[in-house]
């Protein structure tokens, strides 16, 4: 609904319609730019700093993304450990650009791979049932979380190098996280797939000590 004119309350009402329908469920409640604490980053300077680069440079691009402009917007690879605000960042990135009226879909690699393999073996699908595969192709903007936490196989590399792809053919962005560093991603992915996530996405790096467990201390 980019360009139409609209009262405030269709607008609204398409809004949350897009947050329905984006996969992020509850998270998108939770989790925002304004609740994004960098104090959790402070006993170490430098990663302080680069996560505080790292926070303006995701709002940013979430508060500039087009799909209609000259140039698509880019492809982001989130690296870095178990609970340092990657998913917290990507689900900030969503509700701004939800709000902003494009298209977003969430998931993870493992509910990804899922979808894949009940449209290729029907496995649990009754006739009629919707194929939720080509929403990973045909948003405006595709969140894959917790890349490296699925069974990697033959399969499951081509249903990503597919989507990868397709996506990065069509000008329509995906963000990848992962907890895999850029050796660990040569290791476990092949050549073509690597060759993309490290050589034509924005490689952000994050930096610090778990955050869940610092909260519970």
């Not at 980053?41 to 209609?68: C, G, I, K, W």
């Not at 509700?95 to 649990?124: H, L």
């Amino acid at each position: 609904y980019q360009g139409i004119r609209m009262c405030s309350c269709m607008r609204r009402r398409l809004v949350e319609a897009g947050m329905e329908s984006s996969g992020l469920g509850g998270l998108l409640k939770r989790q925002s730019f304004e609740n994004f604490s960098l104090d959790y980053y402070r006993s170490n300077p430098e990663e302080y700093r680069r996560m505080e680069q790292n926070l303006r440079a995701v709002r940013d691009y979430a508060q500039t993304f087009a799909t209609d402009g000259e140039h698509p917007p880019e492809s982001l690879l989130f690296l870095g450990g178990t609970g340092l605000g990657k998913t917290h960042l990507s689900t900030a990135v969503a509700r701004v650009v939800i709000e902003r009226g494009y298209d977003v879909f969430y998931s993870s690699a493992v509910g990804m791979v899922s979808d894949f393999e009940c449209r290729r073996f029907g496995n649990g699908m009754a006739p009629g049932d919707a194929d939720n595969t080509e929403r990973y192709i045909s948003c405006d903007l595709l969140i894959l979380d917790d890349l490296g936490t699925e069974v990697v196989n033959q399969f499951t590399q081509s249903c990503l190098y597919y989507v990868l792809n397709c996506r990065l053919n069509m000008g329509r962005p995906p963000i990848v996280s992962t907890n895999l560093g850029a050796a660990e991603l040569r290791r476990t992915y092949s050549d073509r797939i690597t060759s993309r996530l490290l050589g034509e996405f924005r490689l952000i790096p994050f930096y610090g000590v778990d955050v869940r467990k610092q909260k519970l201390r």
